[in-house]
């Protein structure tokens, strides 16, 4: 667009004049920004352009082939739709060094920084854009109740602890099933990789990316979190290898990091970004954080479903305290475990009842949440402080992270499973939790499946052997058709889940996705 016509727009928008300005694009706190002629700090900018992804032949190509082909179709998606916003963002940056941008393929979206009024003004009158708004509160990591144990010469063999033992895992491993083949993938704040628990199962070959501006060249971990959940699930997968993407520092994950690491999980990267190898995306990722939305997350959630990568979200952690106790609230489930094309994990302990910490359903239209039940308080699992360390901690991660250890155990057994294989296996040989006494969306907690311990507590043993035989060699990955809000045209909902009272679910997914290119690669 033409500086004297941004100009224009700008000075209709600040006068009243009758012009047809696109503000019905821009939400209204970055609306406040443009009405006083000021820098917009943080921006987001959304595509209304989707990939038509073609399940049934994607089902057909070797996994590599398969990523390759999806993460071509993103980035063909978001250089089309993205073209024009591009070419204004490069022209105002020669006027403005502050300005500073980012394109993601895996969510067609771009992120600006110190954004001027009229070139807001200008990427919003562009026809492909559907909406210009603020980054979405960040994330938060799902935290911990912690108590430190002694080290002892044997902690790295010690690990095969009462998690592992309720979840089953031993007797898979009587059978030969231990993960081997299968990569776990951590979204959190990082990995201390020379841990004595962790530092042998490394997949270093494309498997670090610090996508919180730290720009660390090997595994770091900026709190502790990241190592104590990847142990988790790599405990329960001792022949599964792992890699890891930072998005979160100091308990905070932006939306552009965790977007960041969505991405290069899609198609991991080199360090330097220079290299990418689709072949070596992980095959299940247990993921760390939440947020109090989760349709944001959707084109993410539908790129991963589509590639054959099974999402792990912890059902969250509530902070509310009454006389120092968590109460248990229905419907406070966070997001994007809410999500129908993500496994939300519900924290329990030793007595096999959820934990007052976690967080429960219904999700959106009364969708069932969680789906699965997992041991997450008194857990004792790597320790980021040394590496030899190990500490007790309690936390809903940490049920996603076993969930994604019983995950690879499975695929272990049966490569070409899907996302619904997975979740059929899982939900309908879970061992009944013991009531808490809570009944959310109208369904009591000791009639499965239910909106407080799911299906219930995951049992990987009875899982592996739900199927007699491998299942479908042909990947049936549910695509979900494209609805939008009028509020947000590029967000994709209407993700259903009707669960019969019978224990099993019939997932019918009607979401969508919307995809992103990149500025760069998988960028901080």
Request: with cysteine.
């Amino acid at each position: 667009m033409k500086a004297a016509a941004i100009v224009a727009l700008l000075a209709a928008l600040v006068t009243g004049h009758a012009m047809d300005l696109p503000t019905s694009k821009i939400d209204p706190v970055v609306a406040s920004y443009v009405q006083n002629a000021s820098t917009v700090p943080s921006v987001v900018v959304e595509f209304a352009a989707t990939p038509a992804f073609d399940a049934s032949a994607l089902a057909r190509l070797p996994r590599p082939d398969r990523l390759a082909t999806i993460t071509t179709l993103l980035e063909t998606t978001a250089r089309q739709s993205q073209g024009g916003v591009l070419e204004l963002i490069l022209d105002a940056l020669t006027n403005d060094p502050t300005l500073q941008a980012q394109s993601y393929y895996i969510s067609n979206r771009i992120f600006l920084s110190h954004a001027s009024a009229s070139l807001v003004l200008a990427i919003a009158a562009d026809p492909a854009v559907s909406l210009v708004r603020t980054a979405i509160p960040d994330g938060q990591l799902l935290g911990f109740v912690t108590s430190p144990i002694q080290n002892d010469a044997t902690s790295a063999g010690n690990l095969v602890a009462w998690p592992i033992e309720r979840i089953k895992a031993p007797s898979a491993w009587q059978r030969g099933v231990r993960g081997a083949n299968v990569v776990v993938g951590t979204i959190d704040s990082g990995v201390r990789h020379t841990h004595q628990s962790l530092n042998s199962t490394y997949r270093s070959d494309h498997g670090w990316f610090d996508a919180t501006g730290g720009a660390s060249p090997s595994p770091i971990d900026y709190s502790g979190h990241g190592t104590a959940v990847t142990a988790a699930a790599v405990g329960g997968a001792p022949a599964a290898t792992w890699m890891a993407c930072a998005a979160c520092q100091n308990g905070r994950c932006t939306e552009r990091a965790m977007t960041a690491c969505a991405q290069f999980m899609l198609c991991p990267s080199s360090v330097e970004g220079s290299t990418a190898e689709c072949g070596l995306a992980p095959h299940v990722i247990v993921n760390g954080w939440h947020t109090d939305a989760a349709s944001w997350f959707t084109p993410v959630l539908v790129a991963w479903n589509v590639g054959g990568i099974v999402p792990i979200f912890g059902s969250g952690v509530t902070q509310q305290l009454v006389d120092g106790v968590s109460p248990r609230q229905c419907s406070t489930v966070a997001g994007p475990a809410s999500s129908d094309l993500a496994l939300a994990a519900v924290p329990t302990n030793v007595g096999d009842s959820v934990t007052e910490f976690g967080r429960f359903g219904p999700a959106q239209e009364y969708r069932v949440k969680p789906d699965i039940a997992a041991p997450g308080n008194a857990v004792r699992t790597a320790d980021a402080s040394a590496d030899d360390a190990y500490i007790v901690r309690s936390g809903a991660s940490l049920a996603a992270g076993y969930t994604g250890g019983a995950v690879a155990l499975y695929l272990s057994a049966f490569p070409h499973a899907t996302f619904e294989d997975i979740f059929v296996a899982l939900t309908t040989s879970a061992a009944r939790t013991k009531s808490v006494g809570l009944r959310c969306g109208g369904l009591p907690d000791d009639s499965f499946p239910n909106n407080v311990a799911g299906a219930g507590r995951l049992d990987i043993s009875l899982a592996l052997g739900v199927v007699s035989a491998p299942p479908n060699n042909l990947m049936s990955a549910k695509v979900p058709t494209a609805t939008t809000t009028t509020d947000s045209p590029s967000v994709l909902v209407g993700i259903t889940t009707n669960a019969p009272s019978n224990g099993t679910h019939d997932r019918n997914a009607t979401a969508a996705p919307t995809d992103t290119i990149a500025f760069a690669n998988s960028e901080t």
